[in-house]
């Protein structure tokens, strides 16, 4: 089925700005309350907000097979397990409506009413529920950062890291859409020097730019997703930032992995983005460096150009961008990760999420963490206040950005925006 | 409120073997589907599965505050949400109905035949739907088996692990109850003396025996658990075989942990036992060999006296013990490890699950995998049809099986049951 809400040409009645992350062409979807109280799935064009359960409810979808509460939830997880072509049929059905040569509901007030909301009318949810949460580590650059600074440049990356899409399990309770504050954890260090650890507030709070996918139900216990198929089992994306504690991380990580340095908070932009609309963005992904084991050779373009930001944002203050990636750079792609967390049998349902693992470009800019762009905390970051940043400071705001931009269309991800509150008084 | 349920003198009125894991001292609760394919939450007295949708529908909690769906789910999670005040009043009301002194429902013939079931008839499911799942590594000796073999006697014990309850998180996806069968993993190895990784099933594949324990809804975000307090938020707990493919896990762990070795099944007992079910059972833990940071001290009896077995059943054969353990031997409990959890404002919900690890105890025949009771293979286990093992073979059942025992009463968890199949094909 042609994914005819992709068409470059199309445009909307519905007023955009030329800039906006969400023309026609996007069509993302999210979990809104309204101005009612009511929860509701919706998208999102330009600055107005969709109410999808409306539009379904006034016969809008007739002729898509669709349960009747299907976007009355408080999740999208359902219409995630309804598979690719209802998304597609539904996508596509809302490019129509909303294109600028239909009147049927330009034309009619009372249900444009009902249906079409303000930003400031709605307060965004979580889109999904999230069953279970994976973190990779799939940039190259990030990994040899992170290894040269810890175990020297001739040591940076562990001997499996070119053969495996390493990963391991995160923690779903505490992932938080964007505008949710997080806090500054307390928790269990080991100074340098020291020989017994102490007990207070993190003193190195960092970001870790990512993006994340959502996944719907594609395979049963013990039954492996092929790489070349794992892609169909993918909704969309999001903005994702993976907060670290690095002190409590360094204590705490050997050698079960990180724990409570990241289970504090993690922070998601609303909006997913489907991987339909991001088609026209695929590109080819990094070369591999050593030969791949046959299950996670990856043919085409599997890889994605989205530009990345990442801005800080101090109280009271203007954001200073601190970063600029691309997603283009993680060395593993979706399929790869997938197929590898699928490969012993791992069953994988709607509403999983898989980050990337922190996106790091090859220069200094696009690193995606402060322990990277101020290494170690040794160079740190001059913001436009003139304040100067090793780490994330309290009551300082971490907004990512992303979009994806070619001669025909620009669409984005709107933004992922936490502020770090001061840790708890005891 | 006193917990009237657990009076050891009680009897029932049910027919009970006198060596039964479910005396009417135990009422646990579990999820099972009927006769007549209706999945009901339920206890279990003796052989008898006890269906509590049927009993609340026909009025036998009257006075108790439930609404009328609490137990006509197929997970425990919103009763659980209820609060132990709750847990408390319907144990002690079931404990009232079931007392050989009381009539009321034994002599009536019409709601016995729509609340009691034959184990024969009603299949068993997971109790709860288990929201995050973390696994601890808490058995001081199981540490530092697995430290002598990899690192030597002398760094056996990493630094970090007497001064935090070292955790991680797991897999929710994959946890499947007593009776489901697992599979042999394919995945990524890298051989002894090899210098390219290879695919393949693995050939290590091992039992883990653990308990696990399931939370209430216990904190907002942000928000520690203070030690004292955090039994308060445990409803119960269920065996736990945390499978392991050694040989995956080996080529994968570092540096974030273990991952695809973990991940392919974890099998738990289908009958939570409620932590008020074991209070007659607490003593007190191993004394801290360090000193323990302030959030982590634990005051009084916070151990539970719990014997483990660990069985291995070949195809048509019989089984045999392998292992003899308790959960008394955890250097660090319960207690701690919720408070440790939420130190960092991680929240806590109804269902999640924590695992305490490998349980070992101090001699050879007490330890908790295969891995250490044949030391890496290099002594292998005779089993009584003469076969060896070094470590789970195809078509073997593994088996574990738990229970306390004072001079009052013995009450217990059943059998955690799980078959591994062979490796699919490829």
Redesign the interface.
């Known amino acids: 089925m042609p994914i005819t809400a992709n068409d470059p040409k199309r445009k909307t009645w519905l007023e955009t700005a030329p800039d906006t992350d969400f023309p026609i062409q996007n069509i993302p979807f999210g979990v809104f309350l309204t101005r009612d109280d009511i929860i509701t799935i919706g998208t999102r064009i330009g600055d107005y907000a969709i109410d999808l359960g409306a539009l379904h409810q006034l016969g809008y979808f007739k002729g898509i097979e669709l349960t009747d509460d299907i976007f009355l939830q408080d999740t999208l997880n359902d219409f995630i397990s309804d598979g690719r072509k209802t998304w597609r049929l539904v996508r596509n059905r809302i490019a129509e409506i909303f294109d600028k040569e239909n009147s049927e509901l330009r034309e009619n007030k009372d249900h444009r009413k009902h249906i079409l909301f303000t930003l400031d009318e709605v307060e965004m949810q979580l889109p999904v529920q999230v ?2 949460y ?1 973190d990779f ?1 799939s940039s190259k650059e990030h990994a040899t950062n992170v290894g040269t600074m810890f175990r020297g440049e001739d040591n940076a990356l ?3 890291w070119l ?2 899409p ?9 992932i ?1 859409p964007s505008g949710i504050n997080a ?1 500054r ?4 260090t ?1 100074p340098d020097g020291a020989s017994e ?1 102490v ?1 207070g507030p993190s003193k190195l709070v960092d970001f870790e730019l990512e993006m994340a996918f959502i996944t719907t139900d594609a395979n049963a ?4 997703i092929p790489v070349n198929e794992a892609e169909e089992y993918i909704f969309g994306l999001v903005l994702f930032n993976d907060w670290s ?1 690095r002190d ?1 991380q360094k ?10 340095a990241k ?3 993690s922070s998601i932009s609303p909006w997913i983005v489907t991987l339909d609309a991001l088609q026209p963005f695929k590109v080819e992904g990094p070369k591999p460096i050593m030969e791949q ?3 996670l050779q990856s043919k085409g373009k599997k890889s994605y150009d989205i530009n990345l930001e990442v801005y800080i944002e101090p109280e009271n203050g203007e954001e200073s961008k601190v970063s600029t990636s691309n997603f283009k750079y993680m060395y593993w792609n979706m399929a790869q990760q997938l197929a ?2 699928t ?7 709607s509403g ?1 999420m898989m980050g990337s693992g922190t996106i790091s470009g090859p220069t200094p800019d696009s690193y995606g963490s402060m322990l990277e762009l101020t290494w170690r905390g040794a160079n740190p970051i001059k913001l436009s206040d003139g304040s100067e940043r090793k780490f994330i400071n309290d009551n300082d705001t971490v907004i990512l950005k992303g979009f994806c931009k070619n001669e025909n269309v620009r669409l984005g991800f709107g933004e992922c925006r936490t502020k770090l ?1 001061p840790a ?1 008084k005891m």
């Open positions: 069953g279970d994976t580590y562990m001997p499996n053969h495996i390493v990963g391991y399990h995160g923690r779903s309770s505490s938080i806090r954890p307390w928790g269990q080991m650890p007990f216990l013990g039954e492996p504690a409590i204590w705490e990580y050997v050698p079960l992995g990180p724990f409570l289970n504090f908070a084991l046959p299950y590898h967390h490969v012993n049998g791992c069953n994988v349902n999983d509150l708890n």
